[in-house]
Nanobody
Framework: QVQLVESGGGLVQAGGSLRLSCAAS????????MGWYRQAPGKQRELVAA???????NYADSVKGRFTISRDNAKNTVYLQMNSLKPEDTAVYYC??????????????WGQGTQVTVSS
């Protein structure tokens, strides 16, 4: 059994900051990419940021310069530091990991989602 557990969402005023965390646990052999997606009401889920096991990062244009993704491989944890938040950042944020589980094998795994609300 593998699971991703997120924390750190909440309500913040525009211009504020939040830090999301996501820890992977269970029968994990290796983790390739980890990242964050978000889905706002009535919109499709979109990639926010991702980081590979080699620390290469990728960001959505809308968050470049404001969000920073980082990863602690020893803890199987990925973080998303979100600064200068805007109301349009309001969404449910989902942690994602592409990993090799010891029993199930290679696949994509998702967290349960954490709400981020930015008030104007």
């Amino acid at each position: 059994q593998v699971q991703l557990v997120e924390s750190g969402g909440g309500l913040v005023q525009a211009g504020g900051s939040l830090r999301l965390s996501c820890a992977a646990s269970g029968s994990i052999f290796s983790i390739n990419a980890m990242g964050w997606y978000r889905q706002a009401p009535g919109k499709q889920r979109e990639l926010v940021a991702a980081v590979t096991s080699g620390a290469s990062t990728n960001y959505a244009d809308s968050v470049k310069g404001r969000f920073t993704i980082s990863r602690d491989n020893a803890k199987n944890t990925v973080y998303l530091q979100m600064n200068s938040l805007k109301p349009e950042d309001t969404a449910v944020y989902y942690c994602h990991a592409h990993m090799v589980a010891t029993v199930i094998g290679t696949g994509d795994y998702w967290g349960q989602g954490t709400q981020v609300t930015v008030s104007s």
